[in-house]
């Protein structure tokens, strides 16, 4: 039986890259199938290969990591950097699309009326609901501190506690935002406004349930004793991930929900 | 001095170390559940020749097959669907 001379992980062979790229495939050819022919199969198998793949790809991670013990300090610090990098490519994702509505709306054309918002656009008053949604963001960044510092403190159930009410502000957010989206008096075919607010919030959107969901993950992982006080990458990530999320929104609710306004 | 207490000074029976000790009593054992992480050690540490997407057995070999059969059979799907779209409309 050969042992290794370095602290790398070097994993057992995977067919899970190679099945993500095909249900990546079935994906982006079923949306063409969809949209073009009106036909839901193919984009149906695409999202629910994708979904297989991601829960057995991240079940084995936490098999090599904490049941077979392969993530060495070395093997954490790679992910570190992996976890930055992409924050980092998602941040400049959502950049672009900032750019789209600064670009709009520092020189409205006469076709929006020379103005914002565009002429007969009646904005969403920064003052409600939206003014509740960052209260319940940065509540959300406080209890995930709050259950961080309970794990590296060993304190079980305040971690628990913390992370639960996380998970359901995430939960309330979404609630409540897809509650403002049924009731906007405007859509996403009104003009440049309709396209840059839906498609930037619509993104967050989908990266707060992203984020939800892998803090709900951490919680599950947390109440089966994965994490210990001094190892518990995963929900170092989460956290991360959602104080990432938070802060889009702050930039969101500025720029669009109170300047565009 | 002199003055006799009406109370006893003698303790009453001790009522005290009478209850069941920590050990016993189920809510402070364990908060939602014990920890079965050794015991998950040692079933994916077994020396089986297994890769880990396997090492759990039957219902891993099951949802790998269905992922494999839907991923597979998606794919053949596309290309053919790729095929038929990809044709000209006669008028």
Known sequence: MTHQA???????????????????????????MWFHYNSPYLLIMGLLSTALVMLQWWRDIVRESTFQGHHTPTVQKGLRYGMVLFITSEAFFFLGFFWAFFHSSLAPTPELGGQWPPTGIQPLDPMDVPLLNTAILLASGVTVTWAHHSIMEANRKQAIHALTLTVLLGFYFTA??????????????????????????????????????????????????????????????????????DVVWLFLYVTIYWWGS | QGLKPLVPTESPAPIFGTSK???????????LGKNKVPDLQKVFQRSDGLPVHLKGGVPDRMLYRTTMALTIGGTIYCLVALYIASQPKNK
């Open chain 2, 21 to 31: 000790p920590p050990s016993v009593l189920p809510a402070t054992e364990a908060f």
């Open chain 1, 6 to 32: 370095h602290s790398y992980h070097m994993v057992d062979p995977s067919p899970w890259p190679i099945l993500g790229a095909a249900a990546a495939l079935l994906t982006t050819s079923g949306l063409a």
């Open chain 1, 176 to 245: 409540l935002q897809a509650m403002e989206y049924y009731e906007a008096p405007f859509s996403i075919s009104d003009g440049v406004y309709g396209s840059t607010f839906f498609v930037s919030t619509g993104f967050h959107g989908l990266h707060v349930i992203i984020g939800s969901t892998f803090l709900l993950v951490c919680l599950l992982r947390l109440i089966k004793y994965h994490f210990t006080p001094n190892h518990h990458f995963g929900f170092e990530a989460a956290a991360w991930y959602w104080h990432f999320v």
